[in-house]
């Protein structure tokens, strides 16, 4: 028998039970609405009997304070009062005539009656007071017949609240027992169709179900936890066990690949999320040595696993330079020509194998190693070049990693440009194009930048002048006159390189800016660097020039005087060194040294 028709037939018989249950439950919900009601005929009625005989003390109160005293407010109080107690009278009657019983009306009306007398004899007393007959008033509320017909309604009250307690008592024990029997009639159907649902569970399905369910659900827990690696259990039976255990098997087929497709799709989103992280840093490098150092910390996120280098163009020789390398690449030259890579040649990506399926690049030894070479181009000129080597040719075969490395190198040549195109329009605006020193307009600027930022601090500075410059130019021609420029050019960048800044002022003038130095110590560098130039004998075209002489001014800051005068004053003390004879320094406080 399939489980279906078992299941349809338990099905049926506790849809039943779980009717009758629901009436029984429906029977003891009313019974215990019927209990509610009567606890709330006993509340009125008790209340409406308790405000009876308290209304008619405080009425007989205000009418003896009123004979008593004779203040106007205990009448109203009085009159109020007995307004009060007919409507009380009035909901009696209703109620008496509506629910109570014969005796319980019967008191209620003996109560009622009681009332009126009392009122009868409490409106008297107060109308002879108002006659002025004080004496009958009190006479009258103090009296035995006052107290008798008080007595009696209280009596009466009492008694009515006895009949309702009574009633409503006996009322609330039926309700409450009708409630609990029909509650214990749906206990008992719930009870059938427990045991019923139990037995179907035991006898039939424990062995036909429940064990093929354990045993799936143990399956499918362990396929939520993602463990994929459990077996689905071959079932060849015609009923629903044996489908669910193919739909498990099915689903788990799934789950594995779609397990294997979304680790695929992170991973590339991972990979994405790196090569934009790298990209905007890239953008942000402000030279080469910043972008290397970001290609070197990204590469190896981005293609873990994969060793390679940066390397970049020389455009003196054409040889690849490597500026960067990570996981140590061992089968690339750290420099070789740019004819010995297939991907340079070509001008797109070259992937070198031991498949023999294309021709390896020379400059990747052994040659059987796997290797991907990616030129890096920017407006159709070659800039330089992206290596990446591995052990096997699983991931530099794989098409996703190419093109991912064609973007990046896409992108990492156009900056590389950028930056060489920066670096070279930095040098044409900072350089002198002669001697390859710093010119005047940046002299300016580390000045400015130097009071603003270090005006405090220690600065020395070199005006320097080449003695009879004129002479070179007149006598052995403009290309000699080169010729003595580059070389005290190039002996101040030696000399002064270790403390400060060469600057080109002007003409044959040139200019050092030594930080952190004072007055004396500039005056000591000055000598040096004069007798340097003096100590040798220049040639051009076959002529000796002769002698190279120069004249020197030495001025200090802060001590000599602010940073904005310092050239001024260093260029006062080259003209009286000038003055002096030349080929000699002195300094702007005055000291001098001869040659």
């Known amino acids: 028998m399939r489980i279906t028709t078992i299941t349809n037939w338990a099905y049926g018989i506790t849809v039943i039970l779980t009717a009758l249950s629901g009436a029984s439950f429906i029977m003891s919900s009313r019974s215990a609405l019927q209990e509610r009601a009567a606890a709330e005929e006993h509340l009125v009625l008790d209340t409406l009997a308790?405000?009876?005989a308290l209304g008619a003390e405080v009425r007989s109160d205000e009418a003896r304070l009123y004979v008593m005293r004779g203040e106007e407010r205990h009448l109203q109080a009085f009159h109020a009062e007995e307004q009060a107690e007919r409507r009380r009278e009035t909901a009696a009657s209703k109620l008496a005539a509506r629910t109570l019983t014969a005796a319980e009306a019967?008191?209620?009306?003996?109560?009622?009656?009681n009332a009126e007398a009392l009122d009868k004899i409490e409106s008297a007393a107060v109308e002879a007071f108002q006659?002025?007959?004080?004496?009958?008033?009190?006479?009258?509320?103090?009296?035995?017949?006052?107290?008798?017909?008080?007595?009696?309604?209280?009596?009466?009250?009492?008694?009515?609240?006895?009949?309702?307690?009574?009633?409503?008592?006996?009322?609330?024990?039926?309700?409450?027992?009708?409630?609990?029997?029909?509650?214990?009639?749906?206990?008992?159907?719930?009870?059938?169709?427990?045991?019923?649902?139990?037995?179907?569970?035991?006898?039939?399905?424990?062995?036909r179900v429940a064990m093929p369910l354990r045993r799936m659900t143990g399956i499918v827990s362990r396929l939520a936890r993602q463990d994929y690696s459990v077996e689905v259990?071959?079932?060849?039976?015609?009923?629903?066990?044996?489908?669910?255990?193919?739909?498990?098997?099915?689903?788990?087929?799934n789950l594995i690949e779609r397990e294997r497709l979304d680790a695929e799709r992170r991973a590339d989103q991972h990979t994405k999320d790196l090569i934009l992280q790298m990209m905007h840093r890239v953008q942000a490098c402000q030279n080469q040595e910043e972008l290397t150092?970001?290609?070197?910390?990204?590469?190896?996120?981005?293609?873990?696993?994969?060793?390679?280098?940066?390397?970049?163009?020389?455009?003196?020789?054409?040889s690849l330079m490597r500026v960067g390398a990570w996981l140590d690449p061992e089968h690339s030259a750290a420099v070789f020509p740019a004819a010995e890579?297939?991907?340079?040649?070509?001008?797109?990506a070259h992937h070198s194998n031991d498949?023999?399926?294309?021709?390896?690049?020379?400059?990747?030894?052994?040659?059987?190693?796997?290797?991907?070479?990616?030129?890096?181009?920017?407006?159709?000129e070659m800039i330089g070049l992206l290596y990446l080597e591995e052990p096997g040719g699983e991931v530099l075969g794989a098409m996703g990693p190419r093109l991912y490395l064609e973007l990046i190198a896409e992108n990492v040549g156009l900056a590389i440009a950028n930056l060489q195109l920066r670096e070279k329009l930095t040098r044409l605006a900072i350089r002198d194009p002669l001697t390859g020193l710093f010119n005047r307009r940046f002299l300016d600027e580390t000045l400015h930048r130097h009071a603003r930022k270090h005006g405090g601090e220690r600065l020395a500075c070199l005006m320097i002048d080449i003695d009879h410059f004129k002479r070179f130019n007149d006598q052995y021609g403009h290309d000699a006159g080169d010729l003595v420029m580059q070389f005290v050019g190039q002996t101040l960048r030696d000399t002064c390189a270790p403390v400060g800044d060469a600057f080109r002022?002007?003409?044959?003038?040139?200019?050092?800016?030594?930080?952190?130095?004072?007055?004396q110590q500039g005056i000591e560098l000055a000598e040096m660097l004069r007798q340097k130039i003096s100590s040798v004998a220049l040639s051009h075209a076959g002529h000796i020039l002769g002698k190279v002489s120069v004249s020197i001014g030495v001025a200090a800051s802060p001590e000599g005087g602010s940073v904005e005068t310092l050239v001024t004053r260093a260029d006062a003390a080259l003209l009286a060194a000038k003055a002096a004879g030349r080929d000699r320094t002195i300094a702007a406080s005055g000291v001098a040294r001869s040659a």
Not at 106 to 113: E, G, I, N, S
Not at 135 to 146: D, N, R, S
Not at 341 to 348: P, S
Not at 505 to 519: A, I, M, V, Y
């Open 50 to 52: 308790e405000e009876l």
């Open 106 to 113: 019967q008191a209620l009306l003996a109560v009622d009656a």
């Open 131 to 207: 006659r002025g007959d004080k004496a009958a008033a009190q006479t009258a509320l103090f009296g035995p017949e006052h107290e008798r017909v008080q007595g009696e309604l209280l009596q009466m009250v009492a008694h009515f609240r006895d009949l309702t307690a009574t009633r409503t008592a006996s009322e609330l024990e039926a309700a409450r027992l009708r409630s609990n029997w029909w509650s214990l009639v749906a206990k008992i159907m719930l009870a059938l169709t427990g045991a019923l649902f139990v037995a179907v569970l035991y006898f039939v399905l424990r062995r």
């Open 233 to 253: 259990p071959i079932d060849r039976r015609a009923d629903e066990i044996g489908e669910m255990n193919e739909a498990i098997e099915v689903f788990r087929t």
């Open 293 to 318: 150092d970001v290609i070197v910390r990204f590469a190896p996120q981005i293609f873990p696993g994969l060793a390679g280098g940066l390397y970049i163009l020389s455009d003196e020789d054409a």
């Open 341 to 348: 890579c297939w991907g340079l040649r070509r001008g797109r």
């Open 355 to 380: 498949s023999g399926s294309d021709v390896p690049c020379q400059h990747v030894a052994p040659p059987g190693v796997t290797a991907l070479c990616v030129p890096l181009t920017a407006l159709g």
């Open 505 to 519: 002022f002007g003409g044959e003038e040139f200019t050092t800016l030594l930080p952190s130095l004072g007055e």
